[in-house]
């Protein structure tokens, strides 16, 4: 029977909040399916706040976020837990976390664009919109063409160079992306994701053809 454990290393941050959820929502008569809902609403409800100036809206939006990232751990314990897993429930997840991030970085260019009177920024967001979508579109197409499963929890860090700069990459900084735009929103930079992120999204996708990259996740 699966049981749910206490995270048992610092990163990523975000599985010390999920457990404590999970422990709570593990109590409610809720499906994987409803929780992934609530995930997708909360970050939807972060993309309308970063459509808006201003630093309440915005540090709203981050908290939003954070709650989203929450419920996305917890959909998958939650699953495990009551037996609940489905091909559906999976790829509801997937489509959630991507709707959710290319809305965002679309959102933010927008606002920050529009704050800044350039147009420059809002197209950085469409590109880091546009690697997200690709990333979205290779994971489909990825995961058909593997003949044995690679994934595997991981509890430590890889030990190979490469392996460990991918998965710093691909898992940690993407587990933990919620308390990165925290962080830069309390101190008025989350305008520095714009930049980071048109790049930072290409790497990713690109990362994702290195086998390594499919083999551990947290």
Request: aromatic fraction near 14%; charge should be negative.
């Amino acid at each position: 029977m699966y049981a749910i454990t206490r995270p048992k290393s610092l990163f990523p941050l975000i599985r010390h909040l999920s457990y404590g959820a999970t422990l709570w929502l593990a109590r409610l008569p809720l499906t994987p399916n409803q929780i992934t809902t609530l995930s997708l609403a909360t970050g939807l409800g972060c993309v309308w706040s970063y459509l808006h100036s201003g630093l309440a809206w915005q540090l709203a939006g981050a908290l939003l976020l954070v709650i989203c990232y929450a419920l996305d751990n917890c959909d998958g314990e939650i699953a495990r837990l009551k037996n609940l897993h489905s091909n559906f429930g999976a790829h509801f997840d997937t489509f959630v976390d991507w709707i959710v991030h290319a809305a965002f970085f679309a959102a933010l260019g927008y606002q920050v664009s529009v704050g800044k009177d350039q147009n420059l920024w809002f197209w950085l967001g469409l590109i880091a919109a546009f690697g997200a979508t690709l990333n979205y579109i290779l994971g489909y197409i990825l995961v058909e063409e593997e003949t044995e499963p690679h994934e595997t929890e991981l509890t430590t860090m890889p030990e190979a160079p490469m392996e460990k700069a991918l998965f710093i990459l691909r898992e940690l900084f993407r587990a933990d992306f919620c308390f990165i735009l925290l962080f830069l929103t309390v101190f008025d930079g989350a305008w520095l994701l714009l930049p980071l992120g048109a790049l930072g999204a290409q790497v990713y996708w690109v990362s994702a053809f290195h086998k390594a990259a499919r083999n551990f996740h947290v």
